[in-house]
């Protein structure tokens, strides 16, 4: 079994930073692209960052420039380091890893997702 859990959500005045974590545990043999994506009330999840296990990144226009993706291979942990938020920009953010288990399956997991907040 796979777990993504994600950290370092949180209330944030517009401007601020929040820096989110997502640790991946479980029967992993290998993680091959990495993500962040969010979802806003009433609107559908979007993708906003993903990197590769090689280290290429991608970002949703909204947020280059202004939010950086990155990970640990070693730790299985991918982080966004997010800057100059914005109020529009609450949601609840998710990370998932493409990855292949210990039996070999390849599948998609996602963690539980975590609120983040921008608001005077």
């Known amino acids: 079994q796979v777990q993504l859990v994600e950290s370092g959500g949180g209330l944030v005045q517009p401007g601020g930073s929040l820096r989110l974590s997502c640790a991946a545990s479980g029967s992993i043999f290998s993680i091959y692209d990495m993500g962040w994506y969010r979802q806003a009330p009433g609107k559908q999840r979007e993708l906003v960052a993903g990197?590769?296990?090689?280290?290429?990144?991608n970002y949703a226009d909204s947020v280059k420039g202004r939010f950086t993706i990155s990970r640990d291979n070693a730790k299985n942990t991918v982080y966004l380091q997010m800057n100059s938020l914005k109020p529009e920009e609450t949601a609840v953010y998710y990370c998932?890893?493409?990855?292949?288990?210990?039996?070999?399956?390849?599948?998609?997991?996602w963690g539980q997702g975590i609120q983040g907040t921008v608001s005077s």
């Open positions: 990197i590769t296990n090689g280290g290429n990144t």
């Open positions: 998932n890893a493409d990855l292949a288990d210990v039996s070999g399956a390849r599948r998609v997991s």
